[in-house]
């Protein structure tokens, strides 16, 4: 549907809310907030939301009048109806999201089913949690956050399932996510603490969908033993020489085939894809990605306690507690000389893309999110609406400047700014770095002009440096996070200065962040000023440009025009947002086979959680699987195989009677071993001497067995997408080799996970304390 057709249609259901306004304004606070135990009848007795939203927006809207001392505008209404019918609402900068999503979250709160809010950080979702929360409180429903102000101060289970039962939480995406990934990691049904999801709103929904959607959430556990290729790996990079050994395009790399060969004659090996060899190529891709590709400074810092913290190239800000999978942190450690952090298995793994299209009820709001509207239709099925301006924009976005080199583009940057600072105006210059930062805080320094920085490196602050970036005066210097989730408000005075000014320095990473940038400016109907300055060295150039032809341009020996330079760095940006794309859609393609997977896996685990079991019949044809496997695998079968498998599988009771078999009869043996497994499994049933008891025994038997089995095949889809990820040189269909090889292994570890359910099961040691309470000690 046009966003024309869109807005008339979010019209419609405003004037029905407004119908409303002046018979809730009569309501007393009691009667007012009383209604909400009206709309909750309604709703069980079987009316739709749909048909609740004009009282229920129009109760809310007074809620927040009397307790936040905040009407909805007109345009927030409409949003907010937007974001209950699941669209993907792009609203300005300032134009108040954090008010509109009051009414859809307090709609969906209704059900009892939960209505969840994801915003980019802990401060926001705090923030919004206490600003929010007495409205809702007021109305009668519950409201929690989920995320602490000490980020290393953990909530216990208890302490999560209070705030998941709420109707309203606020949170984080990542906080979110990896709950989710534990809530499916745990031992028994007491200790799961989310429910089923309901409705969600996503804020900045383009940085979450999208910039993020390539970097999956992974939670790590044991460690896995240390790997002593990551040197040999890193120091045979360091010898190798591009467009021989290796080519690179845009965001990818790869090994020639006389890097191969080189590769194979520094090892001593012949087939360098060989299964043997699959340690040694990992590694290699994981040091030549780490050299090649991961740049310093936009998407790694090294942090002041001397580790590799990643940065999220949206916001600028550091991914706390995010490491790189597959071993490819450790080959960045490597690479700078840091001492290795310890190689974790990969326990549990999800990707915000399919995560968040868990949700049956999914919306978001972002102050740029059209531009993404085509990519966010086919990946997520969504519609993206744009919602019309509270007032008019009064903020100059004027044209970009363009030069050669960077140092004439950052002295223009600075002369700039003195100008601005000079009136008074406040000014914000916006980065694509951090190190280009820190070259702008040092010119100003020259300049003798005090600033703020706001990068990865002092986020701590964040909070306090834009509150003060809007006063008389200030000058401010930051990377892509001052433009993510907070508004920068004018101080007295500065209106009729003309707003804040915004100076951005280099071609940002696609439109939607320089968009992002400008709109720290001219909120709601202030004045306000933009301008980018760009040149030939911007980062982005370097990354989808051939250097040498440009080189001539940057070293000033021939002469270029404004034109020229704005076609070279606006193409080079269009390159990136469509590598942007490529792989994201390629991330997609990857984890479809652990999305499938993980699924099957976790409803198979919730079905032991509840109270299921596997029934003897189940178990004797697991167990005749298990054989029939033993017997193929086993062609000339001998005494001293068939009592080694008795005993690793079935029991640890020797007995004379199996070595009187005719073991050439295959049919003989498979009845000797299945009588011995039935006889173990009525010897486990005798001890226990309890029904519901050895039903309990056997799920925790199978629940063992499944997830043993099914950290090991997450840890090693990590591994494998990594080294499929650097045989482009081959001519291989990668998607393919990964999905075939991924089936591979889901076989293995199906058959793994039948061998285990039945050794866990006839070889564990079980015994009943004198409360009756089941003891198991697994083999």
């Known amino acids: 549907m046009k966003t024309r057709k869109l807005v008339n249609k979010l019209r419609k259901e405003l004037k029905k809310v407004k119908a409303y306004k002046e018979q809730m304004e009569q309501l007393t606070d009691q009667q007012l907030s009383g209604l909400t135990a009206s709309f909750k009848e309604r709703y069980e007795k079987g009316e739709s939301l749909d048909k609740i939203l004009p009282e229920a927006f129009a109760a809310m809207c007074e809620a927040d009048k009397r307790v936040l001392g905040m009407y909805p505008f007109d345009v927030q209404i409409m949003a ?57 409180r007021f109305m009668g429903l519950s409201v929690m956050a989920g995320v602490k102000r000490d980020e290393d101060d ?77 040197e040999s790996a890193d120091f045979f990079v360091r010898t190798l020489r591009e467009n021989e050994d290796y080519e690179v395009e845009e965001k990818n790399v790869w090994f020639t085939e006389k890097g191969l060969e080189y590769a194979e004659e520094y090892f001593g090996i012949d087939n360098i894809f060989a299964p043997e060899y699959f340690e040694i190529y990992r590694h290699l891709v994981l040091a030549l990605r780490a050299h090649k590709i991961i740049e310093k400074g936009t998407e790694y810092m090294i942090s002041e306690n001397g580790e590799v913290a990643l940065i999220d190239a949206s916001s600028g800000r550091t991914l706390k507690g995010v490491k790189l999978r597959g071993g490819q942190h450790q080959a960045i450690e490597c690479k700078e000389r840091l001492e290795l952090s310890q190689e974790n298995r990969s326990m549990a793994s999800i990707t915000y893309q399919n995560f968040f299209s868990m949700f049956p009820k999914m919306s978001g709001m972002s102050g740029t999110i059209y531009d ?33 080199d960077s140092k004439k583009q950052f002295e223009a940057a600075i002369r700039l700014a003195v100008k601005k600072h000079d009136t008074g105006q406040p000014v914000l210059i916006v980065t694509t770095m951090i190190a280009d930062t820190e070259i702008i805080s040092h010119l100003l320094v020259e300049k003798g002009l005090p600033h703020s920085v706001l990068n990865a490196n002092n986020a701590f602050w964040e909070a306090d440096i834009i509150k003060e970036a809007g006063q008389m005066g200030a000058m401010t210097v930051a990377t892509s996070m001052a433009g993510r989730g907070t508004d920068i408000k004018l101080g007295p005075g500065v209106k009729e200065l003309g707003g804040l000014a915004v100076i951005g320095v280099g071609r940002m990473l696609n439109i939607r962040d320089e968009r992002q940038a400008r709109g720290r400016s001219g909120r709601q109907g202030d004045p306000g000023y933009s301008r980018f300055i760009v040149s030939l060295e911007d980062d982005i150039v370097e990354k989808g440009t051939d250097l040498e032809k440009i080189q001539k341009y940057i070293d000033g020996t021939k002469r270029i025009s404004d034109r020229k330079i704005k076609r070279i760095v606006n193409s080079a940006q269009k390159i990136n947002e469509e590598l942007g794309s490529t792989n994201r859609k390629t991330s997609k393609d990857y984890d479809v086979v652990l999305q499938l997977e993980r699924k099957l896996m976790y409803d198979t685990r919730d079905m032991l959680l509840d109270g299921g079991t596997v029934e003897k019949d189940r178990l004797l044809r697991i167990a005749e699987d298990n054989v029939d496997l033993f017997l193929k695998e086993n062609k000339e079968l001998d005494v001293t ?86 045989r482009s040189s081959a001519q291989r269909n990668l998607m393919f080799e990964y999905h075939a090889e991924a089936l591979e292994s889901f076989r293995k570890m199906e058959n793994s996970i039948k061998r285990n359910i039945i050794r866990n099961v006839l070889l564990s040691e079980v015994s009943m304390d004198k409360k009756n309470r089941l003891h198991i000690i697994l083999p």
């Open 641 to 726: 195989t068939l009592n080694r498998y008795l005993l690793d599988n079935i029991s640890y009771r020797m007995e004379k009677d199996s070595g009187y078999l005719n073991l050439k009869n295959r049919n003989r043996v498979k009845a000797y071993i299945m009588a011995r497994v039935e006889q173990s499994l009525e010897e486990k049933k005798a001890s226990i001497d309890s029904e519901s008891a050895m039903n309990d025994f056997v799920r925790v038997s199978a629940l063992s067995a499944i997830d043993e089995a099914w950290i090991e095949q997450v840890d090693y889809l990590q591994q494998l997408q990594a080294a499929v990820s650097g």
């Open 154 to 230: 953990r909530f216990e289970n208890d302490e999560k399932k209070e705030i998941y039962k709420a109707d309203i939480v606020y949170t984080t995406h990542s906080a979110l996510g990896f709950d989710y990934l534990i809530n499916n990691l745990v031992k028994s049904a007491s200790d799961r603490f989310l429910r089923p999801f309901n409705f969600i709103i996503i804020d900045e929904a383009d940085s979450v969908l999208l910039d993020s959607a390539s970097t999956p959430l992974v939670i790590s556990g044991a460690p896995r033993v240390q790997s002593n290729l990551y």
């Open 80 to 136: 907010g109806v937007a974001l209950h019918q699941g669209y993907l609402a792009e609203m300005n900068t300032g134009e108040g999201k954090t008010l509109t999503a009051t009414l859809p979250m307090y709609l969906n709160g209704l059900t009892g089913e939960g209505a969840i809010l994801v915003t980019n950080n802990e401060y926001l979702a705090l923030r919004d949690a206490e600003e929010m929360g007495p409205a809702y």
């Open 372 to 404: 993404a509207k085509d990519e966010l239709y086919d990946v997520y099925g969504k519609q993206v609406v744009v919602i019309p301006t509270n007032n008019p924009i009064q903020r100059v976005d004027c044209p970009d400047w363009y030069f050669s």
